[in-house]
């Protein structure tokens, strides 16, 4: 592997370091050039379908797990402190017990409030246990019910912090599990107030982690390319983060370092992540005005254009 020069960037990092790798000559995601890969055939996307998006989130996810980084950012992400945040009602579970049912799951916090499971991958499962991939979510009625949840919940405040809850299953007496909740506030960061937003300059951004806030990306896509204005994380109708967002540079020059990357890899003490920029002509895809979709509390749809 050739060796890793140091990224140029305007304002230095008081976090992490930004490296670049040289490689291969820069060629688009692997899935994009042919038309019959296009987003629209693939995901069969419309205006009308409500988790196109999401669906569209999964793609990146899956087109990042194969494809080389050729930048990296690596260092702790920046703390953040809250005063009575408002939380999505939508919480992540990871290290779910393999055989606890959906009844034993919602018994376990159920004290807490009303509350759902969502078990992703369940329609493919038959049988009272959820699929094994050992990650669900729950969703209570209100963010009075997920405080009341972190109450109760142990707090690691090593590698940036980390709540976890016990419970038990058919055959684990004990289980930690871990719970990840999504501060609503922590979905939109503006870098430079004074700066417009220009959907010329604007890139998507595919499978990001779920801890990772838009002041975090924000950060780290202003120390690789320089440039930026604000960012954006993606929600569902929960306002929890789908894994993919936007970011908007003030100059060309960081637009097209950012579309060319393609791929950068992330690594924090508390996850290490590869995620995907893609670049949309924003102002063709988005129904409404940027304005607009960062101002309501909406996720307002966003499609790919067909260049063809």
């Not at 020059?253 to 690594?267: D, G, N, R, T």
């Amino acid at each position: 592997m050739n060796s890793k020069t140091t990224v140029d960037t305007k304002t230095p990092s008081l976090f992490g370091r930004a490296s670049y790798v040289p490689s291969d000559p820069i060629v688009s995601p692997p899935f994009l050039p042919d038309r019959r890969w296009a987003f629209n055939s693939v995901l069969n996307l419309n205006y009308g379908a409500p988790d196109s998006i999401e669906r569209a989130a999964r793609a990146h996810k899956n087109a990042a797990a194969f494809s080389k980084a050729r930048c990296t950012w690596e260092g702790p992400l920046p703390p953040r402190t809250y005063e009575n945040p408002t939380y999505s009602c939508k919480v992540f579970l990871g290290g779910v017990p393999w055989d606890i049912t959906e009844d034993g799951l919602i018994e376990a916090f159920a004290a807490f409030g009303p509350v759902k499971t969502f078990w992703p991958g369940k329609e493919n499962r038959s049988g009272p246990c959820p699929p094994k991939d050992g990650y669900a979510y729950l969703i209570f009625k209100t963010d009075k019910h997920v405080k009341d949840l972190l109450q109760a919940c142990t707090y690691d405040f090593s590698n940036g912090g980390n709540w976890y809850f016990e419970i038990s299953s058919r055959r684990l007496s004990s289980k930690k599990v871990q719970v990840v909740p999504w501060v609503i506030s922590d979905s939109h960061y503006v870098h430079r107030p004074s700066e417009e937003l220009d959907p010329s300059k604007t890139v998507f951004v595919g499978a990001l982690h779920g801890m990772l806030n838009a002041e975090g990306l924000a950060l780290v896509m202003e120390d690789l390319f320089g440039g930026v204005v604000n960012a954006f994380i993606y929600r569902d109708k929960y306002k929890y983060p789908i894994g993919s967002g936007q970011i908007t540079f003030n100059n060309r020059v960081s637009y097209m370092k950012a579309v060319s990357a393609a791929f950068i890899e992330i690594k924090t003490p508390r996850f290490t992540k590869k995620i995907e920029k893609f670049q949309h002509r924003i102002d063709e895809i988005f129904k409404y005005k940027v304005q607009s979709f960062i101002e309501d509390t909406i996720i307002v749809q966003i499609m790919p254009v067909d260049t063809d």
